[in-house]
Structures are given as structure tokens and as C-alpha cells.
């Protein structure tokens, strides 16, 4: 029997068929369907997974067998038993709703853990256990009066009608296919004037028009994949919920040529004066709408409500994403080079080294120590803010928000040990930079949403200063370039001889240790990187 997908779990499915585990080199086994779900990032499994900390990095290590299909490897061209049984059992749990639905990567997921295979049991372990999982998805559900079908779209990569396991239907018969059976329960009319109805409607369409211009922005002049995809799941899971509100309703109750508001307008809404401003109006226009309809529909459908106000909550978080994003990118437009220094055997021994980075030009210093006692710590800290202190270079602490707070330093950097950009944040207040050293892709995209104004990604070679058990390398840092446009500074082990290496990545900043102040002249030695950055930045831009 074949299976109907929605758009993301085909693009699960493809990204699964790209990985091999089992032995069988002609089957598709668990482990790598799996994989597939994690690297459709923004569908409901990935983040349900996201949730209790599964990630690629845990699939890799239970099960290491697990290996990406070189170019010439071919495809598999069946299921395992294993697969085929999970689908059945996903199937199965699709009676429990009111009409026929298209098998999604959430119920993929749960049908995993219902087969209570090795993978089920692994999940469960993971804290996805089958009880939980169902009530998460029978939640969503229900929160937007009955499960949706594939939802057309107008982007073209969605466009691919849903396909058959094995065969491929024409888009009509996909059609008929879902629309056969029990139709979505009506939403109740309790209360359900021509007013309210009005409102929802005109809010509906506010609240979409508004999102497509956030997304347009973030894609096209961002430039940053996860955000856009971020944006794009945010607009498709409001299409998803306004869906539940009957649209013959909304018509019958539209009276665009008699709506007094069409008239009303103020000269601030006919000016922008930039994109940013573009953005910005839109972003609370998406707000103010999802809160309209978030009261409004209360009087129609209270469960749908709760959906809208789920939806308002991400429109705020993504709001702070895009603007930190923005702004972030202006304040360190300039920043390439940033130097980690500790604080020396005496003042006069740390104004020695820091002194002639200072002018050399170095971008950003950043005061490193873990030796030295709190109070000689500040006092070093005090001590570089002096030398810094109307010039160009920035001034970060390590760790120490505090230190860096009673110190007047620019930011701060924390760890993924350390105190969370949210607690950090508490402590320097809003207008300092905070940094995060990330080590996968999922932590730098966690750091955008939480706050972070630049991070670090690595370890890319091995460290004289610091030890780390496993290293990311050049293929992190181009899967960060891809797709993250917040500033991001290459870490670990970076130097002359490799920073070619780490520049054909895409990342065109870097932060160093050794190899400036491990040099016999590290003001010469910065001058030299700072050079080759600045070549780098140079032709970068003459290309644009």
C-alpha cells in the first residue's frame, strides 16, 4: 500500500535516501529516515526531536555505521522491513482524526516509537515516549478544529504534488484523494456575527500580507536561510490555522467597497524610508493582527485562539532574531580580526602585548584569563578598556558578564558551559555585544533565536589554548555560511598557513590566539592577517 506525504515529509525523505546504515545497500533502514527527518529542520518531528536535544550528532552515535552516499553510490530502491513496519504503525495511528490526512513527518515520527524496534525504544529513552508524543500532536490538532491535508503553496519548491511510496499520482487524483471523506467540523457560530467575521477575515489577510514581506525581507536582503525558513514555517502554520476558519464564511461576510477604513490612511503609511523600515512596520502589523484575531476568534472558536496566540509568541521571537541579525551586522560591519589575550604576569607585561594590537588595528580584543583572581582580573579588564577606549577596536570578556558589566567593556563571550545569552543579558544590559562559541549547526542556529549578537563556530583545527575532544572542522563552517547571516567569527587553531582554508568557506572573519601573541612581533603578525582579510573583504565586494 502506498503512502500520500505532505511537502516536508518528502523532502525528509529525500534528504534520508542521501545516508546509508544497513547492510543492505538497496533498502532504506531507520536510522537514516531518521536523519532525514532532523535535516528538515522547521517540520513539527525535527522540532519535536529539537525539543528533548536529539541530534544529528546522537543518531551519528548510535548508530556509526551511519555514512553520507557518495555521488556514485546508487540510491536505495526499497524500504527496509524496519520502515515499512513504522509507516503502517503511522498509519494506523491517522483513524484517531476526522478525515483522511496525509501521512506528516510528526506521525513518521510517532510511528517509529509505536513499532518499538530498537529506534522506538532508543526514542523513548530520548524522552519520546509514545504517550507524550501523541499528546503533542493530537494538541496541535486540535487546536486548529481537525488535521489539515497537503496545503498547496505558492512557493515553487512546494509545488511538487504529494507522491506515492513507489508510484506518483497525478495532482487531481492527490487531490480527490484528500478531500474523499468526512469534511473538517464546521467552526461553532456561537456568536458569529457578520462583524466578527468581517474582522477575522480582514485581519487574516493583514496578518499574511504582512508575514510574505518579512519573509520577502529576511530572504532577499538578509539573505539568511534560517531565518527565511524560520519565516516560511511561521507563514505556512498561520495558513494552516486561519485554514479552520471556514473560508465561504470570511467571503460571505467581506465588504472591501464598503469598509470605512479604506479610506483612512496617514502619511506615514504611503513613506518608507529604507527596508529596514519596510520590515519593521510589517512586523507589527503581523503582531497586531494575530492578537486581533487571537481576540476575535474567541467568540467563534476558543481553541483556535490559543493557536493564534502560539503564533503571535513566534512573530515577537523571530522580530528580535531579524533586528538583532540586522544591527549586529552593522555594529561589527568592519570587525575580521579578533585576538583572545590573557591577562599576563603584571599590568606592565599585559599593556605590552595589548598596546600595539590596539594600533596595529586588531578589530576586537577579547580578555581571556582563567589564573588570575577576580579583582586582578577587573583590573586588567579596566586596564584594556583604557587602551581601547576611543578607538576602533572592540573590547569583549570571556565568561565573566560581570567583569565585563563593572569594566564598561563592549560585550561578552560565553559558552556553551557558560551562563546562557538570556542570563548574560540580565547582567550587561541591552546594549553590549554577546558572543557564543557554537560547535554544530543546531547551536548556532539556537544562539540567533536566543539573542546572540555574533558567535564563534569550531573548533576548525586543533588549539595550543584550548582542548577539545572532537573537531567540526571546514564543513561546519560552510554549512554556517550557508545559511546564518549573523556575524560569524572562524574559531580554533585558525593561522596563516590555513586561513585560506577557512576563508573559502564563506566565513570571512576569524578569531586567533597563538598566532599573534605566540608570535616573536604580534603586532606584526596581526598586520599581516588583517592584510589578507582586508584583500578577501576587498575582492568580495568588487564581486557584488
Known sequence: MGHLLTAAAERALEAAWQWSSCSDSDALGL????????AETECRAALMLEARGVTVEDVCRQWPELSPRTAAAPLPRRLADEVVNSFAAAESHLADFPRPLALATEFILLGIIADAGPAGRWLTQQGLDLASVEREI????????????VEPSDDLEDEAEASLLGEVREPAAASRALDSGAKTP???????TTAVWRILDAEANRAGEALRVVEDYVRFALDDRHLATLMKGLRHDFAATVSALPLDRRHAAR?????????????????????????????RRAAESLRSLEEFSKTVAAEIASRFETLRYRTYTLERAIDITRTSGERLVGAQLYVLIDGGTSDDAFVALAAPLVEAGVHVLQLRDKQLDDRELLARARLLRSLTRDTDTLFIVNDRPDIAAL?????????????????????????????????????????????????????????HTKQFAEFPGVSLLRAVAAEITLPVFAIGGIAAQNLDEVLATGIERVAVSSAVVGASDPAAAAGRLLGRLASVRSRLELAD
Open 186 to 192: 464546521a467552526v461553532p457560530s456561537r456568536g458569529s
Open 407 to 463: 569594566a564598561e567593556a563592549d560585550g561578552v563571550h560565553v559558552g556553551q558551559e557558560e551562563l546562557a545569552v538570556k542570563d548574560a543579558r540580565s547582567i550587561v544590559g541591552p546594549d553590549r555585544l554577546i558572543g557564543v562559541s557554537t560547535h554544530s549547526i543546531e547551536q548556532a542556529r539556537a544562539a540567533v533565536l536566543d539573542g546572540a549578537n555574533y558567535i564563534g563556530v569550531g573548533p576548525t583545527f586543533a588549539s
Open 255 to 283: 465588504d472591501t467597497q464598503a469598509d470605512v477604513g479604506t479610506t483612512i490612511t496617514s502619511p506615514a503609511e504611503r513613506r518608507r524610508t529604507d527596508e529596514t523600515a519596510v520590515v519593521t512596520a510589517n512586523l
Open 31 to 38: 536510522p537514516e529516515l531518521l536523519m532525514g527527518l532532523l
Open 138 to 149: 493530537h494538541t496541535f490538532y486540535d487546536h486548529i478544529a481537525g488535521p489539515l491535508a
